[in-house]
């Protein structure tokens, strides 16, 4: 397995594109939720890529923010969940954000049914749920340990 985070301006036209059909083939088709996956925010944001035998397997998003840093577009390919891979994603991910903007809180939106997974990892709830694009939401915040 291979981990790289880099900024989108570092990734290469296949790489972008391959983030890109990842994101799309779970959050659009699998999930049958469609909306604007494509939301402008990629481009100021850091991007982490788990690849297997050069093949992305997994990526999520990490956006700077002047309060926070958020996380989010967090997705792996099927047959890699429930085998810790989404737990090393987020473990690598987290260290990076404290690594490079230690003083800023960590937020994601989770969806419900991941809740229990965040919170093994550290997070904590900070709203009730809700609908976003039809799937039931949770706004999440990194307590520092």
Same mark, same amino acid.
């Given at each position: @397995?291979?981990?790289?985070?880099?900024? +989108?301006? &570092? #990734?290469?036209? &296949?790489?972008?594109?391959?983030? @890109?059909?990842?994101?799309?083939?779970?959050?659009?088709?699998?999930?049958?939720?469609? !909306?604007? %996956?494509?939301?402008?925010?990629?481009?100021?944001?850091?991007?982490?890529? #788990? *690849?297997?035998?050069? *093949?992305?397997?997994?990526?999520?998003?990490?956006?700077?923010?002047? &309060?926070?840093? =958020? @996380?989010?577009? /967090?997705?792996?390919?099927?047959? !890699?969940?429930?085998?810790?891979?989404?737990?090393?994603?987020? &473990? +690598?991910?987290? %260290? +990076? /954000?404290?690594?490079?903007?230690?003083?800023?809180?960590? %937020?994601?939106?989770?969806?419900? =049914?991941?809740?229990? +997974? !965040?919170?093994?990892?550290?997070?904590?709830? /900070?709203?009730?749920? =809700?609908?976003?694009?039809? /799937?039931?939401?949770?706004?999440?915040?990194?307590?520092?340990?």
């Amino acid at each position: @397995m291979e981990w790289k985070i880099v900024p +989108f301006q &570092e #990734l290469s036209v &296949e790489e972008l594109y391959d983030v @890109m059909k990842l994101r799309f083939d779970v959050f659009v088709l699998e999930q049958e939720c469609l !909306y604007q %996956e494509f939301d402008g925010r990629d481009q100021s944001g850091f991007h982490l890529l #788990l *690849k297997d035998g050069g *093949k992305l397997v997994g990526t999520a998003r990490v956006l700077p923010e002047s &309060e926070r840093v =958020y @996380m989010g577009r /967090i997705v792996l390919l099927p047959p !890699y969940r429930s085998k810790g891979f989404g737990k090393k994603m987020l &473990e +690598f991910t987290l %260290e +990076f /954000i404290r690594d490079n903007y230690e003083e800023k809180d960590i %937020e994601l939106q989770a969806q419900t =049914y991941l809740r229990g +997974f !965040y919170e093994s990892l550290g997070f904590e709830a /900070i709203s009730g749920h =809700y609908l976003d694009e039809g /799937i039931e939401h949770v706004d999440m915040r990194w307590a520092r340990r």
